[in-house]
């Protein structure tokens, strides 16, 4: 599958914003996708990922109660809205497809995606 990540931008503390994720090929909805971050100079760290189905959303502690993670299979799509951004958000955000062996249990792990898009850069100003 092919991913092409888009919606990243400026804006200011507190603010919003959507990004999505367009995904190419037959074999979307049999993928748990994920959006990843990296900021300059860290690791690339995990955000949020949804089932195959969308009926499970995990997050990372960091964005709890501030982004959601949602998906159309139809449109083959995965959406990442983030409301009351702050500062530390700023960052590259990459979507990504598991592996088709991957399990829940390795949905934070970054090695088990295969399919990562190019990545959009979110900025948040103080």
């Known amino acids: 599958v092919q991913l092409q990540a888009s919606g990243g931008g400026l804006v200011q503390a507190g603010g919003s914003l959507e990004l999505s994720c367009a995904a190419s090929g037959r074999s979307f909805s049999n993928r748990r996708m994920a959006w990843f971050r990296q900021a300059p100079g860290k690791e690339r760290e995990f955000v949020a990922a949804i089932s195959k189905s969308g009926d499970l959303k995990y997050y990372a502690d960091f964005v709890k109660g501030r982004f959601t993670i949602y998906r159309d299979n139809d449109k083959n799509m995965v959406d990442l809205q983030m409301n009351s951004l702050k500062p530390e958000d700023t960052s590259i955000y990459y979507c990504?497809?598991?592996?088709?062996?991957?399990?829940?249990?390795?949905?934070?792990?970054?090695?088990?995606?295969?399919?990562w898009g190019q990545g959009t850069l979110v900025t948040v100003s103080s």
């Open positions: 990504a497809a598991q592996t088709l062996g991957g399990t829940m249990g390795t949905l934070t792990l970054a090695h088990m995606y295969d399919s």
